[in-house]
T-cell receptor
Framework: NAGVTQTPKFRVLKTGQSMTLLCAQD?????MYWYRQDPGMGLRLIHY???????AKGEVPDGYNVSRLKKQNFLLGLESAAPSQTSVYFC?????????????FGPGTRLLVL | AQSVTQLGSHVSVSEGALVLLRCNYS??????LFWYVQYPNQGLQLLLK??????LVKGINGFEAEFKKSETSFHLTKPSAHMSDAAEYFC????????????FGDGTTLTVKP
């Protein structure tokens, strides 16, 4: 049981390049989330998914797209990277979204956009 | 709308001293409250959570927090700090009406001096 895993762990992009971050969970969780963490700030929600084939916007969705084609995977895409997207990206999942459910976090992906 | 304020971005204590990390929240409905710990280059790990019932919640590593509705607070404490407690701590609030979306505070970095 690996929990929540993220690929890659670290990436450097040039402005305008694209990339996809992969989040995978093996806990059969329905809900998955993408957050970004910037220095001196807490995590901010980018997009989330309440089930396979469904996605929704979070607090800071601009410049990102997501897909949930399989229940266990949640992909975060950057179509044209910008320096403002330099951040640490965390994926999380939970069994339900009843509020009290524990969210399990991945180890993070560090992204540097030059 | 939900929000979280963590008072003090940096807290420094001596080993063996009391740890007190402050968190105040705002929520339009009864909230679920969480404390997470993040060690360097790692994801967030749940320390404890308050959902319903007993207002004093005990978590891992000797931490506890008390939900005080009248003060809209959920401060984190530990009677005796250990060097291994040095990390960043995040308070988070979640409303059961909000699809499980969490709002995080900006974090408090705890330093433990020998």
């Amino acid at each position: 049981n690996a929990g929540v895993t993220q690929t890659p762990k670290f990436r450097v992009l040039k402005t305008g390049q694209s990339m996809t971050l992969l989040c995978a969970q093996d806990m059969n969780h329905e809900y998955m989330y993408w957050y970004r963490q910037d220095p001196g700030m807490g995590l901010r929600l980018i997009h989330y998914s309440v089930g396979e084939g469904t996605t929704a916007k979070g607090e800071v969705p601009d410049g990102y797209n997501v897909s949930r084609l399989k229940k266990q995977n949640f992909l975060l895409g950057l179509e044209s990277a910008a320096p403002s997207q330099t951040s640490v990206y965390f994926c999380a999942s939970s069994y339900r979204a009843s509020g009290e459910e524990t969210q399990y976090f991945g180890p993070g992906t560090r992204l540097l956009v030059l | 709308a939900q929000s979280v304020t963590q008072l003090g971005s940096h807290v420094s204590v001596s080993e063996g001293a009391l740890v007190l990390l402050r968190c105040n929240y705002s929520s339009s409905v009864p909230p679920y409250l969480f404390w997470y710990v993040q060690y360097p280059n790692q994801g967030l790990q749940l320390l404890l959570k308050y959902t319903t019932g007993a207002t004093l919640v005990k978590g891992i590593n000797g931490f506890e927090a008390e939900f005080k509705k009248s003060e809209t607070s959920f401060h984190l404490t530990k009677p005796s700090a250990h060097m291994s407690d040095a990390a960043e701590y995040f308070c988070a609030v979640r409303e059961y009406t909000n699809a499980g979306k969490s709002t995080f505070g900006d974090g408090t970095t705890l330093t433990v001096k020998p």
